[in-house]
């Protein structure tokens, strides 16, 4: 085969790499405890599935609209406006199948090949991968562990804007450091965008998978919502993630290059699911907030039971279903310096099955000290528990 020389650029998302080898052990009849993939053991909620229903029993089968049906992305645009305060109509919104294809459509949209673009490493991996794909340069920042959980080390930022860099990737509440960026962090990024005549796409797939507290976007400061694209997702918060439906939220011109991808790529989006997800959107959905509420306790049980393991030290973040635990010290008592030693030692010892950093993109100069992500949405209390304990076992012994 001669490929096209750009495959050579194009990464994945190696979280489903590290399910493959979970389900190979389990294949062997041993009980594997999945932490590793963001996704969630709930079901949609019954509203949602009905309105999505009758949609499809009415013959909404035909195609839609290609940014989407118009009551739906003006629906989205009256949410965002009060939960983000944002000045929105239907005509920002471009409904997507899923929140991940505004990534590659913010890229599309806004970067020349050449052009340098900010982004978090450790961070979701489709980043770098589309970055790179599409010819940009791609310039990791980093985060740094703060007191009470993982912080933006904007001065990591700073130091990489040249008169290159055109695009800046901000993921807040963020995968896989559940980090969340404080009004004043919120303020200096905005200021560096204004200065540097940046775009930014403004990741926000977890805005509302959050326990205590409120979220705020960057998007609500002054003079922003002209510089975001904003990434929103139907998948986490409404458990939707088979469902595939997502949109962005962008300036006009930003909006209508969009839509113009999406008619050169799907067409339209999932025409019935959008009336499931207009209900999604305008009525109460019960379960998000029980929901919500058993993964705060899954998260609680995890925090504590990974605090009680030596070597390992965990915040207790208030969003997304993540945790990214320091491992430094439990890897050098069980003499391993490989991430990928300890990943399969672990999943074969105890049937424990993480990604690590290196799932994350690249690592950065200087990075010593070890991570690891549990997602704790796909695995329920007991089993939880019962593998966190096995991995302890594992570590202390
Ligand atoms: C940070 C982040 N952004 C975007 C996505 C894409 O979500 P989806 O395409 O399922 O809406 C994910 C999924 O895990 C994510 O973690």
Redesign the pocket.
Known sequence: MRKAERINRLGTETAFAVSREAAEFAATGKKVFPFHL?DLNFPTPRKIINASLKALNEGKTGYSPNAGIPELRKALAENLNISHKTSYTGDNVVIQP???PV?GKFILALMNPGDGVLYPSPG?PIYESQIEFHGGVPVPYSYREGKNGFELDISSIERRITGNTRLLIF?DFQ?PMAAEASPEELRRIAELVEKHDLYVLC?E??FDVRYSGSSTSLASIGGMQERCVL?Y?F?KKFAM?GWRL?AAAAPADIAEIIAKLNTNDESCPNHFIQYGALAGLREEQPEVGEMLEVLKRRKDTAVEILNSIEGVRCFNPDTTFYLFPNVTGAMERLGIDSYDDFRRNALHETGVSFCTRLHFGRQLEGEKEKHIRFAYSGIDADDLEEGLLRLKKFIET
Do not use: C, R, V, W
Request: charged letters at 10%; hydrophobic letters at 20%; glycine letters at 24%.
């Open positions: 963001g899923g929140g991940k990534i979701y993921n995968n990741d797939a977890y990434l997702t998948s993630t997502g």
